[in-house]
T-cell receptor, first 113, second 112 residues
Framework: DAMVIQNPRYQVTQFGKPVTLSCSQTLNHNVMYWYQQKSSQAPKLLFHYYDKDFNNEADTPDNFQSRRPNTSFCFLDIRSPGLGDAAMYLC????????????FGAGSRLTVL | DAKTTQPTSMDCAEGRAANLPCNHSTISGNEYVYWYRQIHSQGPQYIIHGLKNNETNEMASLIITEDRKSSTLILPHATLRDTAVYYCIVRYMKTSYDKVIFGPGTSLSVIP
């Protein structure tokens, strides 16, 4: 089945130690999004790629970076994780003609010690 | 984009219809109503969307009032697996990309 796959599902890192989360999709969708979801809160959009064009949300910290080497893959890099970055990170995709219909992965849960 | 208001939480007995309301009194003529849900520890899942006519799919029905200021998502026979947070979002139909912004949503508990 076509889907959005996130790895790892669970990531434990130490304070300040860089971490990379990955997202792959077999849907051939143009757009890929990264959301951050903290406990008991709604998902918060960090940034998105429209094809290779990167779009950062104004309030996304500089500590968060992203790469999209090709249509299928997108990475979220957290350069120096702090305790406040512990969260579920959700990747989503959408197709150009149904841009409001997002398909989400299962998420990567980050713990910062 | 129009703001939406949803109850914080609701309960529903298993096997009964779950009716989740959403108010969007400032909706404009070209804005659609979208519903997503998020089961615990999973990513959100698209359910249904509509403009002004009632819509039905294999997951749910969407009833939009004639003045379009409110809508109701109906799960006709709720099961325990329908326990989730349900998000009502109002957006213009986009054909490039869209920044879907989630509000607090309604936490639905289906009770045995």
């Amino acid at each position: 089945d076509a889907m959005v796959i996130q790895n790892p599902r669970y990531q434990v890192t130490q304070f300040g130690k860089p971490v990379t989360l990955s997202c792959s999709q077999t849907l051939n969708h143009n757009v890929m999004y990264w959301y951050q979801q903290k406990s008991s809160q709604a998902p918060k959009l960090l940034f998105h790629y429209y094809d290779k064009d990167f779009n950062n949300e104004a309030d996304t910290p500089d500590n968060f970076q992203s790469r999209r080497p090709n249509t299928s893959f997108c990475f979220l890099d957290i350069r120096s994780p702090g305790l406040g970055d512990a969260a579920m990170y959700l990747c989503a995709t959408s197709a150009r003609l149904r841009a409001n219909v997002l398909t989400f992965g299962a998420g990567s849960r980050l713990t910062v010690l | 984009d129009a703001k939406t208001t949803q109850p914080t939480s609701m309960d529903c007995a298993e096997g009964r219809a779950a009716n989740l309301p959403c108010n969007h009194s400032t909706i404009s003529g070209n804005e659609y109503v979208y519903w997503y849900r998020q089961i615990h520890s999973q990513g959100p899942q698209y359910i249904i969307h509509g403009l002004k006519n009632n819509e039905t799919n294999e997951m749910a029905s969407l009833i939009i009032t004639e003045d379009r200021k409110s809508s109701t998502l109906i799960l006709p026979h709720a099961t325990l697996r329908d326990t989730a947070v349900y998000y009502c979002i109002v957006r213009y139909m986009k054909t490039s990309y869209d920044k879907v912004i989630f509000g607090p949503g309604t936490s639905l508990s289906v009770i045995p």
